[in-house]
């Protein structure tokens, strides 16, 4: 979200997707069966419309460097797949929460924890997320199911949430009820672009839902804990943080 670097490409692929290629040209030069790639969501894009989820078989269209590199390692990696034998599975997350979260989802847990009022209240948004239970659960079951060989799977709780709706189930999980002002969406926006935060604006009032039909079809797979449990479980992690 703040890249340093003149040219963030060039920094991303040195990792994302050199690095990712000789680790997986060794892991098939030594004979392992199946490589799990932990992909990004941004190789689908930015944002969806309201009720037009990603899916998994969607054309890649990624807007920035690292979302390009990703979508770079995965080309790579499915080539590699079809030279060398080694089974291949890529899984794209959305947002990934969980006990020891940082970043904006730790912003939003603190300003609730000290009774912030926040002008939330009236965002109409759907957003996916994903628990770190649940993405670790699909990687485990992406190990050895048949199906899973040289795919594509999007990762999500299932289970999509506004902002609004995300603050108070995150304050009830904190056990502090949230302080919402119904600020329309638009004028959030604007005032986000006007003080240089167009991109967190962006992403406190904009959509990106994902579909994650194929992995249930493909996989039986159903994510285990519920939103409630996941923010259970990360709202007791940042409160024993905090002591």
């Not at 040219?7 to 030594?30: C, F, H, S, W």
């Not at 979508?71 to 291949?88: C, D, I, N, P, T």
């Not at 899984?91 to 904006?104: D, F, Q, S, T």
């Not at 649940?134 to 594509?152: E, F, G, K, R, S």
Request: proline fraction near 6%.
């Amino acid at each position: 979200m703040s890249d340093a670097s003149i040219d963030p490409l060039t920094e991303y692929r040195k990792i994302n997707v050199e690095g990712t290629l000789k680790l997986a040209e060794q892991a098939a030069q030594a004979g392992v069966r199946r490589f799990i790639f932990i992909s990004s969501i941004k190789v689908n894009g930015e944002g969806t419309q309201l009720g037009a989820p990603y899916t998994a078989d969607d054309v890649p269209a990624p807007c920035d460097p690292y979302g390009v590199s990703k979508m770079e390692a995965e080309q790579k990696l499915l080539s590699l797949a079809q030279r060398s034998g080694m089974e291949v599975v890529i899984i794209r997350p959305v947002l990934v929460y969980g006990p020891g979260v940082k970043a904006n989802f730790r912003s939003m847990m603190s300003w609730l924890y000290k009774g912030a009022v926040l002008p939330l209240g009236a965002i109409r948004n759907q957003r996916s997320l994903v628990a770190l239970d649940n993405l670790v659960d699909l990687i485990v079951t992406c190990m050895d199911h048949p199906a899973a060989a040289n795919q594509t799977f999007l990762a999500s709780d299932g289970d999509d949430m506004s902002t609004t709706d995300l603050l108070r189930r995150m304050g009830i999980a904190l056990g502090k009820p949230a302080r919402l002002i119904p600020v329309p969406a638009v004028l959030l926006q604007l005032g986000a672009t006007v003080l240089g935060r167009k991109a967190i604006g962006q992403r406190l009032c904009g959509s990106l839902q994902v579909d994650i039909g194929k992995t249930r079809q493909l996989l039986g797979w159903n994510p285990p804990l519920t939103v409630a449990s996941a923010l259970r479980k990360t709202a007791e992690s940042f409160q024993g943080s905090l002591k």
